[in-house]
């Protein structure tokens, strides 16, 4: 592919500089910083993700090649791939990667002084899901994201392959795969394909724990795509044999974007972006730039997201009655007479009905993870139970709860601020318990207060401030969480509130929205604000067609709320998310935000 005289001269003026971050686990990633090629401001920044087994470095043309005047540009390392630190083709997860980036795309904000809001993000290949999954399950304000050929499902050949590999995992633990892609296979740029060849910084091997999670990602993704909302272009090969081609289009047809596009170009193969005859993909690309950037971005507004939408639409179908003797009715029926008889053997279902699936006692037998039933099958039963999808993001969500009461802690006494905690509806209040005794020193918040409606769990916390000697510094009252009148009025003023499992329960917006202006008011600015949300679930159909709730024994229906909605319903109210943790199967998320106005 020719370049013009006028394009070389720029090319020799863009050298990157070679930049290091450190992640949130202290792995140090390597990127590369290509300044706007501009004499004022740069317009705005542009993220790059490569394809797996690569580097940044491999999409170092895109800028070279001027795709990106005007725009700083920030190409990493993926943690074990380039000169990134970590094994080589390893992570523990695609969450890992995320949450990298999560915190990549902070720190190049401060560095370079661009807004978040100005951000495009550029993903190819394994980098387009990790862009998509960032997108899904944090919610960034960017401009806009770009997937080039993104890996939903890689295409393994042999019948069976990903089975396979998920019982040789299970039988003998995490191992190496081994590439199985050539170079002629990504492009037909003959300069591609031999730097591809001699590139010491390709890493060949892809761990299997990555790879199945890498499966399970891109299926969650696609399969959830309506709550990705902000401007997507999606760019497919013709002529892709690394990839399949039908959950992209799903993805696609699912997207919640107003404004979305999907290109496919015949003839190209799967590295789409560095393909021979690619002008023609700059060319729609640098479109869709200018067309995000010529308008204002405006985010939906989420506020009746609960009256129409399409979470909405599947809350009414899973509170719509079967059909009597239909497939899907006698088919749950059989789960919930299963569900019955096990109750009489383990312990955690015997909870679950006897309080709901979805009441304090059950969160915290749960948090307690010990198997407890009736003889040998009982205790299978209840280790099987407790090890359900759901319950084992509950206890994650445990763990990044406790994690961000710490962070706001060291936040405020960095500030030289007091600590007043209040948990509005804290259950038995463990966690909270947990995270302030559980530092390992005597600096103890100034203030604690837990609320709770249930009496039981008031006087089972009240037990627990006995047991942690929180009691002289705590205290414990029953209250209604969606009682603005009362959350405003608690004493001393919070500088730390936290609201964990509760929204996630009620489908109306206007509930959240109520206890979320009462906790608005109590918070003064600075303050911070922990909350909970449920964006996904793997069986919320299985959960309302079997389990009762706390409520009269209901059935125990879940409206999911994206991550964007439940950001935009916090942000209405004067705060602004600062950091947010997820689970690794994308089920609960804990986010932190700061209040910042009057």
């Not at 990493?76 to 990134?84: F, T, Y």
Request: overall charge positive; charged content about 25%; hydrophobic content about 40%.
């Amino acid at each position: 592919m020719g370049i013009s005289i006028t394009a070389d001269l720029e090319l020799k003026k863009c050298r990157p500089e070679f930049c290091w971050f450190t992640s949130f686990d202290g792995t140090r990633l390597h990127y590369r910083h290509w300044r706007a090629q501009s004499n004022g401001s740069p317009r705005g920044a542009v993220l790059l993700l490569h394809r797996g087994h690569e580097h940044g470095g491999r999409m170092s043309h895109l800028v070279k090649e001027g795709l990106f005047k005007g725009f700083d540009v920030f190409a990493w390392d993926a943690r074990g791939h380039g000169k990134s630190h970590g094994a080589r083709g390893f992570a523990p997860d695609v969450a890992t990667l995320v949450r990298d980036l999560d915190g990549f795309s902070r720190h190049i904000t401060d560095k370079s002084g661009v807004d978040l809001s100005d951000c495009v993000l550029v993903g190819q290949s394994v980098g387009a899901v990790i862009a998509a999954s960032w997108v899904h399950d944090y919610a960034p304000n960017i401009r806009a994201m770009i997937l080039a050929a993104p890996a939903f499902r890689v295409n393994l050949f042999l019948p069976f392959a990903l089975q396979g590999l998920a019982v040789w995992k299970a039988l003998f633990g995490d191992f190496t795969v081994k590439s199985y892609v050539r170079p002629r296979m990504l492009s037909q740029d003959q300069e591609r394909i031999e730097s591809y060849d001699a590139d010491c910084l390709v890493t060949r091997d892809i761990s299997s724990s990555l790879l199945l999670d890498l499966f399970r990602t891109g299926d969650r993704i696609a399969r959830d795509a309506a709550a990705i909302k902000g401007p997507t272009q999606v760019l497919l090969s013709g002529t892709d044999y690394v990839v399949h081609r039908a959950p992209q289009q799903a993805f696609y047809e699912g997207l919640g974007s107003e404004r979305k596009e999907l290109h496919t170009f015949k003839g190209l193969r799967h590295d789409v972006l560095g393909e021979r005859d690619r002008q023609p993909v700059f060319k729609i690309i640098s479109q869709f730039i200018e067309g995000c950037f010529d308008e204002p971005l405006l985010g939906p507004n989420h506020r009746h997201d609960d009256t129409t939408g399409f979470t909405k639409d599947e809350f009414d179908r899973l509170s719509k009655p079967l059909k009597s003797q239909s497939v899907s009715s006698v088919r749950w029926g059989i789960a919930r007479g299963a569900l019955r008889t096990g109750r009489h053997l383990s312990e955690g279902l015997r909870i679950g009905y006897e309080t709901g699936f979805d009441s304090g006692s059950m969160l915290e037998y749960v948090y307690e993870n010990k198997a407890t039933g009736v003889g040998p099958i009982g205790r299978l039963i209840d280790r099987t139970y407790l090890n359900s999808p759901g319950w084992k993001g509950i206890r994650q969500r445990g763990l990044d709860l406790q994690s961000l009461i710490e962070f706001g802690q060291d936040r405020l006494r960095a500030d030289r601020q007091p600590v007043h905690i209040a948990d509005i509806a804290a259950g038995h209040g463990r966690y909270v318990c947990r995270a302030v005794t559980g530092t390992g020193t005597d600096d103890f918040p100034n203030s604690i207060v837990l609320f709770d409606q249930c009496a039981n769990n008031v006087a089972r916390g009240r037990e627990l401030l006995k047991l942690h000697k929180l009691d002289g510094i705590a205290r414990f009252e029953r209250g209604d969480a969606f009682d603005a009148d009362m959350l405003a009025q608690i004493k001393p003023r919070p500088t730390l509130a936290i609201v964990s499992g509760l929204y996630e329960l009620f489908p109306e917006n206007g509930m959240i929205l109520r206890s979320l202006k009462g906790l608005s008011t109590a918070i003064p600015v600075g303050g911070y604000l922990i909350y909970t949300g449920q964006p996904w679930h793997p069986q919320v159909e299985l959960i309302a067609r079997t389990l009762p709730s706390h409520r009269g024994g209901k059935p125990w229906i879940m409206r999911r709320r994206t991550q964007a909605e439940l950001d935009w319903l916090v942000s209405s109210v004067g705060f602004r998310k600062i950091e947010q943790r997820i689970d690794p199967q994308g089920i609960f998320t804990v986010s932190i935000a700061q209040r910042i106005q009057d």
